[in-house]
């Protein structure tokens, strides 16, 4: 009997996914007994046109990984899905958008304008910007369209499992495959793999405290005590409102959780989940007083959506009323 | 006009591709190398605390973020004119080192090294890391994946995560190395020692001891005359971490060193409409397009340009291997330089290796590296500040502006392989232009010397294939005016 087959796709992301998956080491020998990976380009052949010709549903799994941010990737999300049984949001950018997601809180002209003109090397007198359709002597040259917006994959096509992390942990990665390589039956769709039910908070070893705080401090700020909640220290850490799975590698560490885990079981928006566990440790009945503590927190969309905007209640920041 | 289309699709930032156009002649009238992507990292990064920076430039590169977690974090330091404790900078040198062990091992025996191990010409199935191991030996195979395995143990000790690194920030580190866990860091770094010695004996047993492959070096297919830029100590020894920017002329004559705030003064981009990535170029030479020579302003940074800008190498092993390497390839005793053989590049790679390895040692033996005096706290007002590294795909560089408060206003980002963009596109066009003539057949033999000319410089949007078998996959489209397909080749 011929091997169910696998693909894995990258769209606009940075390598760490395709790195985490060589990462389950002597295990891809594992996966390539089992399945047959047949697109992977950043280990195997280019077969767009292969993949093209696989029937519609042929293949069993896709891991998909990386945001949509231009027209190529959009066209590959589609047909990845058409191709596929199941097609899975590998990592933060399918799952979330992850931290490229934060260029929705500006706007597509701002960032040609940045990149192309405004950067302190940049030497554009006449304002050239890329095109996508360029007349060259010799022939006209194309490029994707860059959109107005990051999305994650199940904005622009129906997905039926994500496994988050930036990047996945190679342990969960590898224990989601041997999962599937077992034979045991497809979970229910929607849910979120290779990660825990809870959140980060549940998995770190720091010791909490009843929460009262008064003063925010930055991470550079102070030189936190290494057995204590993070938090409890004053140093804004979103292990509250991220799901566990990660083995809380960064607070073991001692700099404060990000979120790139994504939201935990239950919510659909990190900043309101960590607004809303904040709301609660603020140690001050007090408005003037409440505010100054709050204000003490840099940059809280980009620090409570860092991973998270794009595929949040939010979405982006609204330009077109700000114009 | 023919137009051949060649779509090596195992780039990092997913999609670039290749124009070559044909006239009727039969000639190369044009090559194009097109990047179609970009994310925007220097606009949305402005608004966020600078201290997050470190945690942030990783995801624009997941095979290499070590560069960015470090250049980052020196960017910060100097936005808050803060100087950070020796045994951090020690700390941060020592993730570093072990990472370029590991990242240079993968590029030399899985991506670059199957040309030249196994041959140029040798049959695609075997031109790959199995073809490599083929060659030297299942356990040199396994030696291969040991180096990658016990570098990554040490990165995710001191950088907290594998892949994405976390421990760096303003004034230092988070994380030191205990004294209990010095010796394995040692071990460790005997072992890459040991390691880079075997791979040194691979490189001088397949490829120097062969004719064919040292004139395939020296040919003409692989030549460009440019400037060469790399990071030097204070003794011009070729550094990492930290030092100078030094650019040597085509002749070798030093053009500039400049400290990272001076880079303004040397480094000018030129934006192209039909590719999303700028054009780095040297702003006192200014840009005169694709060419070569002292009055274009085009420069490179790979292994091999460092090595052609410095005036050595650090240690003893590495200074001894840097030496051979030019007298080899110059023909000339008294350390004539640069080399202009783009293909030097492999055997330059193996000697950074060597010097990354010892390096480890010595900082890993250091009784400095235990300290726990990991963190300085900033106490200056953030204003601005630039961190360089050495990436190793070029000197990479961060510029940030900040508020008063340290949260960004401004960003600019010269990423490693973004300084190579102009020497590959023309390396690309130089091979086509040299392999395909009028009624030249594309075989999978010229289609891999093409796709030689940009593996030499090991470019990041491809460095994800690093990792396993390194055989480049391509798809050439030769069309016709009206854009029918006319013939295929595909070398898988």
Redesign the interface.
Known sequence: MAKPKVALY???????????V??I?AH?LDVAAAFDIVFW??????K??DVEAIEDGGILITLFN?AI??S??EHMAKLMRRKSKVLVAFGSCAHEG???G??N??TKE??F????R???????PNG????TK?E????V?E??E?YRSVHPLDHIVDVDYYIPG??PQ?NQIWGVLEYLIQGNPLPEKGTVLGAGHKTCCDECPRIRKEKKIKTFH??????PDPETCLLDQGILCMGPATRDGCGA??V????PC?G?YGVPPGSKDMGMKMISALSSVIDSEEPEEIDRIIGQI??PV??MY?FNLASSILFRAQDDMRR | MKRYTIDPVTRLEGHGKIEIFVNDDGEVANAYMQIPELRGFEQFCVGRPVEEMPRITTRLCGVCPEAHHMAAAKACDAVYHVEIPSAAKKLRELLYSYFYIADHTVHFYALGGPDFVCGPDAPAAERNILGVVAKVGLDAGKQVIACRARCQEMIEKLGGKKIHQVTSLPGGVSVGLKPEEQARAIEIAKANVEFAKFTLKVLEDIVLKNKAYVDLILGDVYNHKTYYMGLVDANNKVNFYDGKVRVVDPDGAEHCKYSPNEYRNFIAERVEPWTYLKFPYLKKVGWKGFVDGKDSGVYCATPQSRLNAADGMATPLAQAEYERMFETLTGDKSGKKPIHARLATHWARVIELAYAAEHSLELAQDPEITSDKIRTIPTAKPDEGIGIVEAPRGTLTHHYCTDEKGILTKVNLIVGTTNNYAPIAMSVKKAAQGLIKKGTKVTDAILNMVEMAFRLYDPCFGCATHTLPGQMPLIVTIRDNEGNIKQQFRRD
């Open positions: 990258w769209a606009a992301s940075c390598g760490g996914c395709e790195i985490a060589v990462d080491e891809i380009p950043c280990i195997m052949d280019f767009v046109k990386g941010r231009n190529e990737h992850c931290i490229p934060l260029a809180l500006t701002a960032i304008k940045t990149v192309y405004d950067t302190a090397s940049t030497d554009n050239v910007v890329p095109l360029c060259m002597p010799e022939g040259l490029l994707p860059f930036c990047p190679s930055r991470p550079h700020e102070i030189i590698k960064c073991k560490v001692g700099v990000r790139c840099a940059d980009g620090t860092r």
